[in-house]
């Protein structure tokens, strides 16, 4: 090139300008960044959306917000508080005793994805995950079955408590089967509804039985 | 309409004469797998026949074969597989629950109510629902047994669902696979007319037990009379279904091994009842008043 040779930086100017990019104006994914915001609001938020999932499941009406924002936290909250409360029984003597914490960890857990591949395999079309949420938040009235339970035993162990016992878990059962079935029903094939119903009113009345023979040692 | 001319037996003509004669007629090419359509009104098919051949199954076992093998035509790895197992509907297990509970005498099992549909949703829920009953009506039974016993304090004994659990799934899934896997040793050895699939095989073990269920609730009563009345009972009812399915199945091998195997069924079916009854529910005490405390200062 023959102009260039003459082209040449006089020493004598200086330099100057910025290096960085200039920011251009807020692009909208910004707006959901939640990496700035204070931990309490990141907290909050998912506690006020468990929260009102607990609200559903004690009202249970047809909504569509338990399945629409599932969330695994209600779900293990209940579970790990059910398999506490239910040990303190018989476990610590050598003979066969109540559950152990892992045993009811798996009997939930292990549950709830049987009756979920079954509410599927069966042509059902609920996700995997929302299936899981519904079943692990309506345990909810049996953690209390189980806290009025173990209120009532502290007081005796007799046959009057017993009764108390019965009618609490069986009332609280039929809540938790009526709820998880008042969110699951309608995403079942028309014709085959009770064969999806029946194996959540079996998984219940498992843990109802757990519930119902604890005996503090 | 099946006419006296219908029933009698035709000679296969030519493909083309019987062509020229019956247009409509659907035909069949042998090289690939056609699904015969269920309502084909060509004269190759005899509805008259079938009730004769319920039993055995032979009208349509070939039918079953071709259907069969069109159904699940998905590979094994996809989800749709598995959903091919499932696809009954309420009144379906309900019909086969009642079929399994009153067997009609003469009929099959198999051919009258799984018609070519083996479903996996009968086996898996009953065998669970079984465990479940056993368990809570053991505990149950020990409990009233010994209630009112000073020395004795009630426990939940929560091991004995696992035991219970591993007991009966073994049952319901390693005999049918042990039953499967001799009727096709057999089957390669001798003719047989009848041939079950494993999947219905299963099946019928899994809806004959069944009837284990209201029996595992009323052994609760403790006495030692009722509750083997129970067993009798319910044996014969289950067992029943069992040896009408099967028997067809082997009546045409050597008589001594047809006798052999329908004895063994029926030998493992007791052995489950017996054996549930005699580790989950303890012999309840006999009918007589406290014992007296021997008086040892009359010496």
């Not at chain 2, 499967?180 to 009848?194: A, D, E, P, Y």
Request: glycine fraction near 6%.
């Amino acid at each position: 090139f023959p102009g260039l040779a003459d082209v040449s930086i006089p020493q004598d100017i200086p330099v100057e300008g910025e290096i960085t990019v200039p920011v251009g104006s807020h692009s909208p994914e910004e707006d959901y960044s939640t990496l700035d915001e204070p931990v309490k609001d990141t907290i909050m938020r998912d506690l006020k959306a468990v929260g009102k999932k607990f609200v559903h499941v004690m009202y249970p009406k047809k909504s569509s917000a338990l399945l629409r924002d599932w969330d695994l936290w209600g779900p293990l909250v209940l579970c790990v508080s059910l398999a506490l409360m239910l040990q303190g029984g018989s476990a610590d003597s050598k003979d066969d005793g109540g559950p152990q914490f892992a045993e009811v960890f798996v009997i939930i857990w292990f549950g709830a994805v049987v009756i979920t591949l079954n509410s599927k395999l069966l042509g059902g079309t609920i996700s995997f995950f929302q299936s899981l949420c519904v079943l692990g938040y309506c345990v909810m009235p049996l953690t209390v079955a189980m806290l009025v339970c173990r209120l009532v035993l502290l007081a005796g162990a007799g046959t009057v408590s017993f009764i108390i016992r019965l009618i609490v878990v069986g009332a609280m059962f039929g809540w938790s089967t009526l709820a998880s079935t008042a969110f699951l029903a309608d995403s079942q094939p028309p014709n085959r509804k009770a064969l999806v119903v029946y194996p959540i009113f079996l998984f219940y009345f498992v843990i109802s039985w757990m519930i119902l023979t604890f005996t503090p040692q | 309409m099946a006419t006296a001319d219908d029933l009698k037996f035709q000679e296969f003509d030519d493909a083309a004469n019987l062509l020229a004669a019956n247009p409509d007629a659907t035909t069949i090419s042998i090289d690939e797998p056609v699904e015969i359509p269920k309502n084909q009104h060509s004269r190759l098919q005899e509805p008259g026949r079938e009730e004769d051949d319920e039993l055995l199954g032979t009208d349509d076992s070939d039918k079953t074969e071709l259907l069969a093998g069109q159904k699940k035509s998905a590979p094994f790895w996809t989800f749709e597989y598995y959903q091919t197992f499932f696809d009954v509907d309420t009144y379906q297990v309900l019909d086969r629950i009642k079929g399994s509970v009153f067997p009609v005498p003469g009929k099959n099992f198999v051919r009258l109510y799984i018609r070519s549909n083996p479903d996996l949703y009968g086996p898996f829920w009953i065998c669970a629902t079984l465990v479940f009953t056993i368990a809570v009506s053991g505990n149950l039974s020990n409990f009233f047994i010994h209630l009112g016993k000073p020395t004795y304090h009630y426990v939940p004994e929560f091991r004995k669902v696992s035991i219970a659990a591993t007991t009966i799934y073994a049952y319901a899934w390693l005999v049918p696979l042990a039953l499967w896997g001799f009727l096709m040793w057999r089957n390669s050895k001798v003719m047989n007319i009848v041939s079950y699939s494993f999947l219905e095989i299963v099946c019928v073990y899994g809806y004959s037990l069944f009837i284990y269920i209201p029996t595992a609730v009323l052994w609760i009563i403790p006495q030692k009379v009722v509750r083997w009345v129970l067993v009798v009972f319910s044996l014969c009812l289950s067992g029943s279904v069992l040896v009408m399915t099967f028997w067809p199945a082997v009546r045409d091998d050597n008589r001594r091994i047809a006798v052999a195997t329908v004895a063994t069924i029926l030998l493992l079916h007791a052995l489950l009842a017996v054996g549930c009854l005699a580790y989950f529910f303890d012999a309840p005490e006999l009918d007589i008043p406290a014992p007296i405390i021997p008086v040892h200062n009359s010496t």
